[in-house]
Every structure is written in structure tokens, then in C-alpha cells.
């Protein structure tokens, strides 16, 4: 399995961004499509979004479209989601996560074969 650490979590106001880092441990990185989890409090993990292994393809969860842009970085073994215009309600924590298979895209935890450890955001003034 792909190690993946995540970082750039923390307490932001209400409005403000953030931006997510992804970091893998494998240059077989490159072949996976990535994708970005949360789980709030008392709540089921969802999707967020995905980018496939050559940033050809980007998948969003409708309610997020417009406010978070995932992006990598192959080079650096890095993905990235950039998080603007936060609301309380984005409060959660966010996991990194690789396919399960080389190429294939997903946006179902299923499609996915690695974990970060997940990383807090809160959003609160």
C-alpha cells in the first residue's frame, strides 16, 4: 500500500481558505487516481473529490463545486485541495486517499486502497 501524509490542517475563520497537502511514498503515485475524503463529527465519511493519475479528470461532490480545487503535483508525489470560502459546516476531517487500482477513477471509499491519517480542519470564528 501507498504510505500518505497528510498536512496544512488547522482552525481557519469562517470565508477563509486553506490549502491541503498530500504527501505518498511511492513513486507509483503517479498512476493512481487520488482523492480527497471528509468525515464530520457524528457523521459518515463522503467524498469530496478526485483527480485522475494524469490530472485529466476531476470529480466533485456537487455541494462543493466552485469553493474546493483539488490539484498534484507527480513530480513531488504531492495532492493538493485547495479549500476557499469556508463555512462551519466544512468542519471536518479530511482524508487523503489513493485507488485502489492503477488508472481507474472513483469517487466511492470502495475505489480506494490507501489512508492517510487524516487531517482536522474547523471552521469557526
Known amino acids: 500500500q501507498v504510505q500518505l501524509v497528510e498536512s496544512g490542517g488547522g482552525l481557519v475563520q469562517p470565508g477563509g481558505s486553506l490549502r491541503l497537502s498530500c504527501a505518498a511514498s511511492e513513486r507509483t503515485f503517479t498512476y493512481y487516481t487520488m482523492g480527497w475524503f471528509r468525515q464530520a463529527p457524528g457523521k459518515e465519511r463522503e467524498f469530496v473529490a478526485s483527480i485522475s493519475w494524469n490530472s485529466g479528470i476531476t470529480d466533485y461532490v456537487d455541494s462543493l463545486k466552485g469553493r474546493f480545487t483539488i490539484s498534484r503535483d507527480n513530480a513531488k508525489n504531492t495532492v493538493y485541495l485547495q479549500m476557499n470560502s469556508l463555512k462551519p459546516e466544512d468542519t471536518a476531517v479530511y482524508y487523503c486517499?489513493?485507488?485502489?487500482?492503477?488508472?481507474?477513477?472513483?469517487?466511492?471509499?470502495?475505489?480506494?486502497?490507501?489512508w492517510g491519517q487524516g487531517t482536522q480542519v474547523t471552521v469557526s470564528s
Open positions: 486517499a489513493a485507488g485502489a487500482r492503477p488508472y481507474r477513477r472513483g469517487t466511492l471509499s470502495s475505489d480506494f486502497g490507501s
